[in-house]
């Protein structure tokens, strides 16, 4: 079975401030899907990567996926208190249409 | 509603007792997906519905846990004999046609706690 780890699984810093979370798996990603899950609320897609080396931006944010497609990074410039949640990755294993998560990483940004 | 929705939002029962969650997909969205979500970790894949035929169910833990989508639309996930283990947040999510890599949108969650 897939394998998602994340890292680290907390992460709490002060709004202006820059900041990195992974996403690595034991086995090459078909493709790789970032979503921010906020309290009482369901997962909401932020973006997929799915070509090793590929860079992705989303506003503040740049989604990064391995030249070997068996990690990936998100990282956030000038962070604000709107950006507080739980960052999921995912992967639809082995092309099939579940979405294997990993644990998240709970992310504070305290104004 | 636009959306993805979910009844009821929160669910307290006692162990031993029977449980029924309901989703309702975005309209038109022929798959349907149910994963749970326990304190501090991700979702987990419990079963996909392409239409009214479960697709896969390999996720569903024991036979306590059964759902059904007898319309092809609204899908209900039920629970017999609750065990405090089986606390977590149920989540629904639909995708347009089913297919590998499509994005799923999902509802808020219901909340359950086995007492």
């Known amino acids: 079975t897939q394998l998602l780890e994340q890292s680290p699984q907390f992460l709490s810093i002060q709004e202006g401030e820059n900041l990195t979370v992974y996403c690595n798996s034991s086995?090459?990603?078909?493709?790789l899907q970032w979503y921010r899950q906020e309290p009482g609320e369901g997962p909401v897609l932020l973006v997929t990567?799915?070509?090793?080396?590929e860079v992705k931006k989303l506003k503040r944010l740049t989604f990064q996926f391995g030249d070997a497609r068996k990690d990936s990074s998100l990282h956030i410039t000038a962070a604000q208190p709107g950006d507080t949640g739980l960052y999921l990755c995912?992967?639809?294993?082995?092309?099939?249409?579940?979405?294997?998560f990993g644990q998240g990483t709970r992310l504070t940004i305290n104004p | 509603g636009a959306g993805v929705s979910q009844t009821p939002s929160n669910k307290v029962t006692e162990k031993g007792k029977y449980v029924e969650l309901r989703c309702d997909p975005i309209?038109?969205?022929?798959?349907l997906y149910w994963y749970r979500q326990s304190l501090g970790q991700g979702p987990e894949f419990l079963i996909y519905?392409?239409?009214?035929?479960?697709?896969?169910d390999s996720g569903l833990p024991n036979d306590r846990f059964f759902a059904v989508r007898p319309e092809g639309s609204v899908s209900t996930l039920k629970i017999q004999r609750t065990e405090r283990g089986d606390s977590a947040v149920y989540l629904c999510?639909?995708?347009?046609?089913?297919?590998?890599?499509?994005?799923?949108?999902f509802g808020p969650g219901t909340r359950l706690l086995v007492l």
């Open positions: 309209s038109g969205h022929t798959a």
């Open positions: 519905f392409q239409g009214t035929g479960a697709a896969d």
């Open positions: 086995s090459v990603f078909s493709s």
């Open positions: 999510a639909s995708s347009s046609t089913g297919g590998a890599g499509e994005t799923q949108y």
């Open positions: 990567v799915v070509t090793g080396g």
């Open positions: 995912a992967e639809t294993y082995q092309g099939a249409q579940k979405l294997v």
